[in-house]
C-alpha cells in the first residue's frame, strides 16, 4: 500500500503533492542516516578485518624469520666447524707428504722397543699397497714370540693412541703350547694417505 492511500484511508486528509513531498523528506532523512551508520559500522568491520589479518600475517612472518636466523646461526657454526676441520684435515695431509715412506715403520720399530725387549720381535715387514686411484695403504706386519696378555694390551694401546692417525688393521694370538700365559702374536698397523 502506497503512502498516499495510507494517508487517506486513516486520517481522511487531503493529499497533495506538497504534503507528500513533506512526509517523505521526513521519512527519508531517518532512513539516509541509517543507511549511512549502517555503511560505516560495515566499512569500520572491514577496516578492522584487513588490520587484523595485516597484523597475524606480520606476527607469522617474524616467527618465520626467527626461525630462519637460527637456521642461519646453525649453518654458520657447522660451517665453522667444517672450515677447522677442514684446515686440521690439510695440516695432517701436509705432515703426510713431508714424512718419508717408512714413518710408519720407524713409528712402530719405536713402539715396539718401548714396551718390548728386541728378542720378543721376530718380524716386522713393511709394505705399501694402493687402493683405487686416490689412495695409499702403508703398512707393517709385525710377528712377536713369547709375550704376555698384559703386554699385547698395553703395546696396542700404545700404537692406538698416537699422535699420528695410524690403526691395528688385523690381530692374531696363538696361545704357546709350553707356557699358556705367553702368546706369539701377528698383526698389522696400517695408515691410509692420498696417492702423490
Known amino acids: 500500500m502506497t503512502l498516499y492511500r495510507c494517508a487517506v484511508l486513516v486520517v481522511n486528509i487531503p493529499v497533495t503533492l506538497p504534503f507528500v513531498l513533506a512526509?517523505?523528506?521526513?521519512?527519508?532523512?531517518?532512513?539516509?542516516?541509517?543507511?549511512t551508520t549502517g555503511g560505516a559500522v560495515c566499512l569500520g568491520f572491514l577496516v578492522f578485518l584487513i588490520v587484523y589479518q595485516c597484523q597475524s600475517a606480520k606476527d607469522g612472518l617474524r616467527q618465520k624469520i626467527a626461525a630462519k636466523e637460527?637456521?642461519?646461526?646453525?649453518?654458520?657454526?657447522?660451517?665453522?666447524?667444517?672450515?677447522d676441520l677442514k684446515r686440521q684435515t690439510e695440516a695432517l695431509m701436509a705432515k703426510e707428504e713431508g714424512r718419508t715412506?717408512?714413518?710408519?715403520?720407524?713409528?712402530?720399530?719405536?713402539?715396539?722397543s718401548?714396551?718390548?725387549?728386541r728378542d720378543k720381535v721376530s718380524s716386522m715387514a713393511p709394505s705399501s699397497k694402493t687402493i683405487g686411484?686416490?689412495?695409499?695403504?702403508?703398512?707393517?706386519?709385525?710377528?712377536?714370540?713369547?709375550?704376555?696378555?698384559?703386554q699385547t694390551?698395553?703395546?696396542?694401546?700404545?700404537?692406538?693412541?698416537?699422535p699420528?692417525?695410524?690403526?691395528?688393521?688385523r690381530l692374531q694370538m696363538k696361545k704357546r703350547v709350553t707356557d699358556p700365559y705367553q702368546f706369539?702374536?701377528?698383526?698389522?698397523?696400517?695408515?691410509?694417505?692420498?696417492?702423490?
Open 101 to 112: 715412506p717408512n714413518w710408519l715403520y720407524t713409528t712402530l720399530d719405536g713402539l715396539v
Open 133 to 150: 686411484d686416490q689412495y695409499v695403504e702403508d703398512s707393517v706386519n709385525v710377528q712377536l714370540v713369547g709375550i704376555t696378555l698384559a
Open 23 to 35: 512526509i517523505d523528506s521526513e521519512l527519508a532523512a531517518p532512513a539516509a542516516s541509517v543507511v
Open 70 to 83: 637460527r637456521q642461519l646461526e646453525k649453518v654458520q657454526t657447522l660451517s665453522a666447524s667444517y672450515l
Open 114 to 117: 718401548k714396551s718390548l725387549s
Open 164 to 169: 699420528s692417525p695410524i690403526h691395528v688393521s
Open 153 to 162: 694390551v698395553a703395546l696396542l694401546y700404545e700404537i692406538e693412541h698416537t
Open 184 to 196: 706369539d702374536v701377528n698383526f698389522s698397523v696400517s695408515n691410509v694417505k692420498t696417492a702423490s
